[in-house]
């Protein structure tokens, strides 16, 4: 009889322990396709919003193509959209404009790449973000040429927002 119990706990911890790591793998691959398709979708609006810009770029006031995209910033949870260059000069809808050193490397995937990028890059305020990011068809804004697009995102935004779905 001690046997058999001992034997019956033993199959029932395998059984807990089986049950519990196949669960666990299908909320990773259920993340995993949750960010996939976010991805995705990210990268097709980024394709999007490139044809739109293109078609503006001969409007004389750049900052009136900022609108529509500072109006789908509540809808999409993004912490910034920007057009950018090689040489990391950058303008943004929230207005900044200048060099980014700090996200060199992203810029530099992108271009080594000649594909669309998810990436990663500290701000220069010390926050982390996720960067989804496209190359496009040159865009020339206040005298200076783009050549690429990108949408970022907070980190915690993000796990937020994957994390969500995955579980909802």
């Given at each position: 009889?001690?046997?058999?119990?001992?034997?019956?706990?033993?199959?029932?911890?395998?059984q807990f322990y089986e049950e519990s790591t196949e669960n666990l793998m299908f909320t990773y691959e259920q993340v995993n396709k949750t960010f996939l398709m976010f991805a995705q979708r990210n990268w097709n609006v980024l394709a999007d919003w490139s044809i739109y810009l293109n078609n503006l770029s001969k409007e004389d006031e750049p900052e009136k193509k900022w609108r529509d995209f500072v109006k789908e910033r509540e809808n999409w949870q993004y912490s910034d959209f920007y057009v950018f260059n090689r040489d990391c000069q950058y303008w943004t809808t929230g207005g900044r404009q200048g060099t980014a050193e700090h996200v060199r490397a992203s810029f530099e995937e992108l271009?080594?790449?000649?594909?669309?990028?998810?990436?990663s890059y500290t701000s220069s305020a010390g926050i982390r973000k996720i960067m989804f990011a496209v190359?496009?068809?040159?865009?020339?804004?206040?005298?200076?040429?783009?050549?690429?697009?990108?949408?970022?995102?907070?980190?915690?935004?993000?796990?937020?927002?994957?994390?969500?779905?995955?579980?909802?």
């Open positions: 009889m001690s046997v058999s119990i001992v034997h019956y706990n033993q199959y029932i911890s395998q271009y080594h790449e000649n594909a669309p990028i998810v990436s190359p496009t068809d040159p865009i020339t804004l206040g005298g200076i040429t783009y050549t690429a697009l990108a949408v970022s995102y907070e980190n915690n935004v993000m796990q937020e927002m994957i994390g969500g779905l995955a579980y909802e």
